[in-house]
Structures are given as C-alpha cells and as structure tokens.
C-alpha cells in the first residue's frame, strides 16, 4: 500500500492556490497554473494532494500513453491498430520535470537495450507518461531555452513528435502544466509565460493561528498518514464530489452578452495583448461558477478569477510602479464598483 499524500482538503490558506488547481482540474484546457512565491508554501504539496483529490480516469488497458478510450479521435497509433479494447481506471498521473532532464528524457528515444539486438522501439519519455495528467516543473523560471521551446510545441498542438534514430514517432500528449518557482531567481520567457492560464503568488502566512496550524496539521500527517488521511476523507469525498458535478455542469453554463462585455472592458482597460486573456477569463470564471453550483457567470465569478487569469498578462507601465496584481485589482473596482 502506497504512503497517502497530504489531503488538498486539508491545506491551510493559499486559497488562491487552491482555486487555481481547482478549476484547471475543472476544466484542464484552461492552460495550467503557474505559482510563484516564497519556498515551504505548499506548491508541490498542493500539486500532488489535488492529482489524489481527481476521480480515477478510464485508460485504455495496456496503453503506454493512458489514450482515453471515449476518443478514439485522439488515440496512438498502437490503440489506433488494435482497434476498440479493454478499458480500465488509473490514477490521474502527476509527472516531476527535473531542471536537468536531457531532452530525450522528456520527449522519449530509441529504447538503447533493446536497439542492440537488432529491434528499434520507442521509450516513451515524461511527456508520454504525463499524457491526461500533470506536468509539474518546479523551479520553471530556470528551465533551459530548448526545454521551453519544447514544452511550447507540445502544449500548442497536444502531441508529442519524434522522429530521429530512424524512428517516426507520434503520440498524444495533452496535460495540464504546473510551474512553480521563486521570482527573484529570474523571470520566466514571456512566450512560456503567456502558456499558463492561470499565475497566482503564494506568500509564508504572516498571522501566528495560521502558522501554528499548518505546523500542527502537517506534523500529525507525518506522524500517522493513514489516519491522518482518514480523518479527511469525509472533506475529500465532498470535494472530489464537487469537482466531478462542476465538470458535468460545465457544458451548460450561460455565459451572457453582458459577462462577454464585462471580459473585454477589463482586458481593454489593462491594455493586455491579443485576446487570449479575454477567452480565459471567462473560461475561469464559467468554471468557478460551476464550482459554485451557479447556472450562469456573473460579476462575482469575473472578479475572483481577474487576478490571476491577467496579472501576468500585463505590459510594464513606466509611469505606474504597482505590481500587477495590484493593478488589476484596481481596474476591476473600477469597472465593477468597490
């Protein structure tokens, strides 16, 4: 039996954090989530509780990219030949990037063993196993260029192509993609920047009851883990519900003219390029309100999503020194009203 990992249930504060993993599990082609901030805040330990917190995922059986067996549109070749099989359930994988991987570990290569006696077969490499999962990269500002521009390809077409060594390689690869990092050990390339939906800052709680049960609670996971997780199975099976309810009401929401309008005025008044934050503010916004058990977006849903859907979309203004976060905050008061 396998150590439980620390319940996302039971995660203290960093509720911006947590809303953020939530609605990209919510609705995973959101574009992942990118948390910067002061290290020992949970960042990997939220990643991990919330892959835990997801319900199983039907995988085709045997399958060495976890092809979804209800699309058939996006298998590989291998299940693509085998025609309709055997499907079965497995947890939602959540896959460690180290900062020093080659990048035949992350797209996959020739497998060297077996090349020797003569057969040429494809190791599949971190991208194929994080395939209907997370990817998570810690550290991700110090990432080396190649790796971006590979991430970027992958994450801009859904598949993963390698062909070298002889081999003609082509499988899916479509994941939700966490980074996390420390601003002031450099800044991440705009282009991988501008990949994540969603960018939230995590900061070492400052009020002492806070500190002290953080402390308690993970030191009584150390302590017993299993019962530590038994305790929380309760808050996790209503989460885990929760999810599940918000992922079948999402096809339905009602996004109105008026959200649609709202959206834009505020993606206007902050200057950010393209329309890419528009259409993930209200992408984040329909899924909190599905989080919510809403049947439409409103104001209040725009509102909470607004920081971290365009903070860090925004354009150094010069003649405005307030961080970004602090800049969106204000245009939304001034658009929606204090």
């Known amino acids: 039996m396998s150590r439980p990992v620390f319940p996302f249930a039971a995660i203290v504060g960093q509720d911006d954090m947590k809303l953020a993993m939530l609605v990209a599990a919510v609705d995973p082609g959101i574009g992942g989530v990118l948390v910067f901030g002061d290290r020992g805040t949970g960042k990997s330990t939220t990643v991990r509780a919330l892959a835990a917190l997801l319900p199983p995922m039907r995988v085709m059986q045997g399958c060495r990219y976890q092809c979804d067996p209800a699309a058939p549109d996006s298998w590989c070749a291998d299940c693509r030949a085998a025609g309709k099989g055997k499907s079965i359930t497995a947890p939602v994988p959540v896959v460690d990037m180290p900062l020093g991987a080659t990048e035949d570990r992350v797209v996959g290569a020739l497998d060297l063993e077996r090349a020797l006696t003569g057969t040429k077969v494809f190791e599949p490499g971190l991208l194929a196993r994080a395939n209907r999962g997370f990817l998570y990269i810690d550290e991700v500002n110090l990432l080396e260029d190649h790796l971006v521009d590979l991430l970027l390809d992958v994450a801009a077409s859904g598949e993963n192509v390698v062909e070298r060594e002889g081999l003609s390689i082509r499988h899916p690869a479509r994941f939700v993609l966490i980074g996390s990092g420390n601003p002031e050990e450099g800044e991440l390339r705009p282009q991988l920047l501008d990949r994540f939906g969603l960018a939230v800052e995590v900061r070492t709680p400052a009020d002492l009851p ?129």
């Open 210 to 338: 806070t500190r002290i049960d953080v402390v308690r609670r993970r030191d009584s996971f150390e302590r017993d883990p299993v019962g530590f997780a038994e305790v929380w199975k309760k808050p996790r099976d209503k989460l885990r519900r929760r999810i599940i309810d918000a992922r079948a009401r999402l096809p339905d929401l009602v996004v109105s003219d008026t959200s649609l309008e709202r959206a834009a005025r505020l993606c206007m008044a902050l200057g950010t390029d393209g329309l890419r934050g528009e259409l993930t503010l209200i992408r984040a916004a329909r899924a909190v309100a599905s989080l919510d058990g809403d049947e439409a977006i409103g104001d209040s849903h725009l509102r909470r999503v607004a920081p971290m859907v365009l903070s860090h979309r925004l354009r150094r203004n010069p003649l405005d020194e307030a961080i970004a976060s602090t800049r969106v905050t204000r245009a939304v008061e001034e658009l929606f009203g204090a």
